[in-house]
């Protein structure tokens, strides 16, 4: 097929070459998908933008144009580099996932969990008089939901319910975005 339009083309008219958009061919050039623009003019050679989707396409490399593995892993390098956004997202993704794991399960508002948290840490603070925050109520609410439970005299400590719980509230915090 020959073409009869000029062998220089400007960024919309290559963008349109390659069927995609001039965002997107920008995007390609800066990522070294596609060559940079002849120096000293904001055109590109068709003969150059056909050798590069010879290359990424596969039909390149074996005669005249032999494929340069540094070029290549370089420039499937910097396309990771331009893109820290998903690497973010992707950390981000993975960080809520084995957050998740960890999610408190009583269902504990921030007083409660403090209350639990000083007593595991304080076992010899066992009756409400010794907890800070630790009223008769708060102390009810925690034996309900099986995080405590009664023990001899006026005296309270935590099940093993309780005991996991703590791990799980230490591990949700350290874990916070």
Known sequence: MTDNGPRLIGRKEAAAYCNITPTAFSGWVRTHIMPP??????????????????????????????????????REKRQVVDR?????????????????????????????????????????CDTPGMIPGAGPAVIQHLVTVGALKHAPGDRYELTDEGRLEVVRIRKWWNLAP
Do not use: C
């Open 84 to 124: 820290p956004s998903d690497s973010l997202s992707e950390w981000r993704e993975k960080k809520e996932k084995r957050r998740a794991k960890y999610q408190p399960r009583m269902g504990l508002d921030a007083k409660h969990e403090r209350v639990l948290l000083f007593m595991a840490e304080r076992p010899d």
């Open 37 to 74: 623009a002849i120096p000293g003019t904001r055109k590109w050679d068709k003969k150059a933008i056909d050798a590069k989707l010879d290359e990424i396409s596969g039909l390149a490399g074996n005669d005249n144009n032999p494929v340069d593995e540094f070029e290549k892993w370089e």
